[in-house]
């Protein structure tokens, strides 16, 4: 057990709907990071947060966004949905915004039907 | 963008030998290297770290190689069981103008046969 904590683990939604994907970092650590992975791919940076702060952003869809809370949570916003968007969301923690390991969850399990 | 070159393919090893997986990544101002390990089904678990003013770092039954002149990193598994199964994937961190990455290859998917 990593400590970060993902929900909804399975999200079955339809095509044009809006979803949003929750993260919990690892008590201590202020960053977060959201990924992408595709079936039988590697995985995609999206976005990251340090203290509430956007950081660095990858290849990030502008129907898509994320926060992250006083409380240090994050969440993950995709809206008008497609089926390419068919993938595991994985969230990661770390202590620092730069520079060391960070931990991933279990992930979010999105399928657009 | 800029990406760590890892195909997906698939390296088969008796149970027992070593396993050697391979890495190149592409941005030579890069100054943190991760290895991670892949379960099917769960997140990506930490295996080792290396940061760029190392050539090699050892954990438990695990070896991390960087060779900055070739831009290579490798991890090596000694005596593999059939639990070190899965895909392992590589990941560098660098900065750009789109701020701090850290960046993963495609992965490669170590097969154990007992």
């Known amino acids: 057990d990593s400590g970060v904590t993902q929900t909804p683990k399975h999200l079955i939604t339809a095509t044009g709907q809006r979803v949003t994907l929750r993260c919990s970092p690892r008590?201590?650590?202020?960053?977060v990071y959201w990924y992408q992975q595709s079936l039988d791919q590697g995985l995609q940076f999206l976005i990251q947060?340090?203290?509430?702060?956007?950081?660095a952003k990858g290849n990030i869809l502008e129907r898509f966004s994320a926060q992250q809370f006083p409380d240090l949570h994050s969440e993950l916003n995709l809206s008008s949905l497609e089926l390419g968007d068919s993938a595991l969301y994985f969230c990661?923690?770390?202590?620092?915004?730069?520079?060391?390991?960070?931990?991933f969850g279990e992930g979010s399990w999105l399928t657009v039907v | 963008g800029e990406s760590v070159g890892l195909h997906l393919p698939t390296l088969s090893v008796q149970e027992g030998d070593n396993s050697i997986i391979n890495c190149a990544y592409s941005?030579?101002?890069?100054?943190?290297f991760i290895w991670y390990k892949q379960e099917s089904g769960k997140g990506p678990q930490f295996i080792i770290d290396?940061?760029?003013?190392?050539d090699k770092r050892q954990g438990q039954r695990v070896t991390v190689l960087l060779n900055k002149t070739v831009k290579h990193l490798s991890l090596q598994i000694a005596a593999t069981q059939p639990g070190d199964s899965a895909v392992y994937f590589c990941?560098?961190?660098?900065?750009?103008?789109?701020?701090?990455?850290?960046?993963f290859g495609g992965g490669t998917r170590l097969m154990v046969k007992p």
């Open positions: 990941a560098e961190n660098y900065w750009n103008n789109a701020g701090n990455m850290l960046t």
């Open positions: 290396i940061r760029s003013n190392m």
């Open positions: 008590s201590g650590d202020l960053s």
């Open positions: 990661a923690s770390g202590r620092a915004f730069s520079g060391n390991t960070i931990y």
């Open positions: 941005n030579s101002a890069s100054d943190y």
């Open positions: 947060y340090y203290n509430g702060e956007e950081r």
